[in-house]
């Protein structure tokens, strides 16, 4: 594992992307900073953190001779591994909300962004980015965020939960790459948030509508079961779970 570290980046992952445009990086090459001025989350947001706080990383992944088609499966892993380190940690009620953010309760303590190296219509690798909440203690009009810390009135060492993670990740993937996927598929339904509880949703409308989650398919796409009774699926463009 090659872990560099830096005060200063402006993203992780465009750290990794720009060396994975030259030549492919090693596996589980490893980008940690204290700082990102301009982290990513999903959709172009931005990912805010306060320096020194937090852990802003981003790892590399070889995945060679992996279907493009089941790309989603690798967000199952990243989202199961950090969900896994984090009980490691004793964070309470651990859950993901589509498709791989990591609540406790209901509060977002780790944000995850992956970008998938294509070439030719072959997946090379994967960029894992997350934003991970340790020592944070204020977040400023971001009444769903907390951290770590906030949560367990414990002071982490993030070198420590970085180690943890990495591990974690590493024994994930090595589920996905033995070809478990319908076991990966059936655990990160189990800790999917709301599902099978009634909830509110915003269509690409703008409009609301009320829905029960029933679970995903094996292309990431949310399965929800409707007011009108009927199932629909929704990618990640199309729907945002509301409450």
């Not at 790309?71 to 009980?87: D, N």
């Not at 009927?230 to 463009?237: A, C, N, Q, S």
């Amino acid at each position: 594992m090659y872990i560099i570290k830096l005060n200063a980046i402006d993203s992780t992952n465009s750290y990794l992307k720009d060396l994975a445009a030259v030549s492919l990086p090693k596996d589980y090459t490893v980008v940690a900073a204290d700082l990102q001025t301009k982290g990513k989350g999903q959709m172009g947001a931005e990912w805010h953190a306060e320096a020194g706080k937090n852990l802003t990383a981003s790892v590399f992944k070889r995945i060679p001779n992996f279907k493009v088609t089941d790309q989603f499966y690798i967000s199952m892993t990243v989202a199961l591994a950090i969900s896994t380190a984090l009980s490691h940690f004793k964070i309470p009620q651990l859950r993901i909300k589509w498709p791989n953010d990591i609540l406790s309760a209901n509060r977002k303590i780790c944000g995850i962004l992956i970008e998938n190296v294509i070439k030719n219509n072959q997946l090379q690798g994967s960029i894992i980015g997350f934003g991970l909440n340790v020592n944070q203690k204020l977040f400023e009009n971001l009444p769903q965020a907390s951290s770590m810390s906030v949560l367990t009135g414990i002071l982490y060492n993030k070198d420590e939960v970085l180690a943890e993670v990495l591990k974690q990740l590493q024994i994930y993937f090595e589920i996905l790459e033995s070809g478990q996927l319908e076991d990966l598929k059936y655990k990160y339904e189990s800790l999917l948030f709301r599902k099978d509880k009634p909830s509110t949703f915003l269509g690409a409308d703008d409009q609301r509508f009320a829905g029960i989650i029933q679970g995903i398919t094996e292309t990431g796409q949310l399965q929800v079961w409707t007011e009108d009774d009927i199932i629909k699926y929704f990618d990640l463009k199309e729907v945002k779970l509301l409450y």
